[in-house]
């Protein structure tokens, strides 16, 4: 059973900076396409960044390219997102989700099949 546990988030003012980690356990994690998705309240969960097992391929969402970057560390079965001049818009509950698929670089929700908790993330001053 894969497990994924996010951590990281917290308050930040306008135009800080914050990394997000998400730790798997479980599974193969080097196998996996690892996903980045966003929850604001009152909205739809959204795509935010996906990269594949070699992390040779990335995709990011329109509203946080150039600002927020994804990476991992197949040693340390982790994921990692980097954000970047965060904005009040960027207020979400973030979640880290696996694909055990790997072989695709998908910006839906209903590809991953294994999701962590979520970790909050507040942008306010």
């Known amino acids: 059973q894969v497990q994924l546990v996010e951590s990281g988030g917290g308050l930040v003012q306008p135009g800080g900076s914050l990394r997000l980690s998400c730790a798997a356990s479980?599974?193969?994690?080097?196998?996996?396409?690892m996903g980045w998705f966003r929850q604001a309240p009152g909205k739809e969960r959204e795509f935010v960044a996906a990269?594949?097992?070699?992390?040779?391929?990335?995709k990011y969402a329109e509203p946080v390219k150039g600002r927020f970057s994804i990476s991992r560390d197949n040693t340390k079965n982790t994921v990692y997102l980097q954000l970047n001049t965060l904005q009040p818009e960027d207020t979400a509950v973030y979640y880290c989700?696996?694909?055990?698929?790997?072989?695709?670089?998908?910006?839906?929700?209903?590809?991953?099949?294994?999701w962590g908790q979520g970790t909050l993330v507040s942008v306010s001053s």
């Open positions: 479980g599974g193969t994690f080097s196998t996996y396409t």
């Open positions: 990269l594949t097992r070699s992390a040779g391929s990335v």
């Open positions: 989700a696996a694909d055990t698929n790997g072989l695709r670089l998908s910006a839906r929700p209903n590809v991953y099949d294994h």
